[in-house]
């Protein structure tokens, strides 16, 4: 089998034919619709041609259309959010049946706030634009350690998000069945989008470093680091404890786990796509993965 598929692919590649650039007549025009916006991250229009529009330090507008230099505020939460690097308010996604009966807002977004810590809420940052990583840790050394949350607003009439509606659907920082961490500016919470299916599909990174090789051994090399070495927990060693790269879970390897929760332990978030019932935040019954041990 494989010798026929290497067979038919040389096929497909021989012979070589010589390729030739076509002109084609300019049919790409780009319009400004919106303009001012600071750091826009993703966006939504309703059956009304309302556009919501999310920025990446926290903040949800609504245009009202093309040419709108008034944007209401939906929601405000730069206080949640943690916006540091390529991390902050990045996945917004409207309900299917948003102008039929469920006006639902769904905003995934990396929480200022350490998964190993405290509820301390921010935990680095405050409502800035930009949020800091303090030195230490610092951005790329030890890293500043967040995790994430997707959460359910409902919009009322008016067009903003009441906070009060807030349902979270999947919090990061609950270690028990499964979770989110990323230790540097990157590679953290990703895209939202409902599939075809009513599922709504949930993306993230693997929360590892950008710049080197991640397996849950960075982190612990300044005194009184806040972040320590193995700093989400990943196993097999303690947080704190350095782990053998043979057999670690950490670092960029959290995007090969397909293990689901078990008693003593849990399964990694990071790196994966989880598809879920918007309504409970519960995984479908017929994902692939849902009974893997």
């Not at 038919?8 to 025009?29: F, Q």
């Not at 999310?54 to 507008?61: P, S, Y």
Request: glycine letters at 14%.
């Amino acid at each position: 089998m494989v010798g026929s598929l290497v067979l038919g692919i040389g096929g497909l590649l021989s012979p070589v034919t010589e390729a030739h650039a076509e002109v084609l007549e300019p049919e790409l025009i780009a319009t400004t619709v919106v303009s001012g916006v600071q750091a826009p991250a993703n966006f939504e229009i309703d059956d009304d041609g309302n556009i919501f529009l999310a920025q990446r330090h926290g903040v949800v507008l609504r245009y009202t259309g093309e040419g709108d230099t008034s944007p209401e505020t939906v929601i405000d939460l730069r206080e949640e959010v943690y916006r540091q690097g390529d991390r902050g308010l990045l996945g917004l996604a409207l309900d299917p049946d948003f102008a039929d009966g469920s006006p639902y807002l769904y905003l995934l977004y990396t929480q200022d706030k350490d998964p190993f810590g405290t509820d301390q809420v921010p935990r680095w940052g405050g409502e800035e634009l930009t949020d800091p990583c303090p030195d230490p840790p610092g951005a790329n050394g030890d890293g500043c350690t967040a995790t994430g949350q997707l959460v359910r607003y409902t919009v009322g009439e008016d067009g903003t998000a009441d906070p009060g509606s807030a349902v979270v659907l999947l919090d990061g920082s609950n270690r028990t069945e499964g979770g989110w961490c990323s230790q540097f500016p990157s590679h953290a919470t990703s895209t939202l989008a409902f599939g075809p299916d009513g599922m709504l599909y949930v993306g993230h990174g693997d929360g590892a470093n950008y710049n080197t090789a991640d397996w849950g051994q960075l982190g612990g090399t300044q005194p009184n680091t806040p972040t320590p070495v193995n700093s989400c927990n990943d196993g097999p060693g303690e947080r704190g404890t350095t782990p053998d790269r043979a057999d670690s879970a950490g670092g960029a390897l959290r995007s090969q786990s397909v293990r689901a929760a078990t008693e003593d332990g849990y399964v990694s978030w990071d790196g994966a796509i989880l598809r879920i019932d918007p309504e409970t935040g519960e995984a479908a019954a017929d994902n692939p993965l849902v009974a893997v041990r």
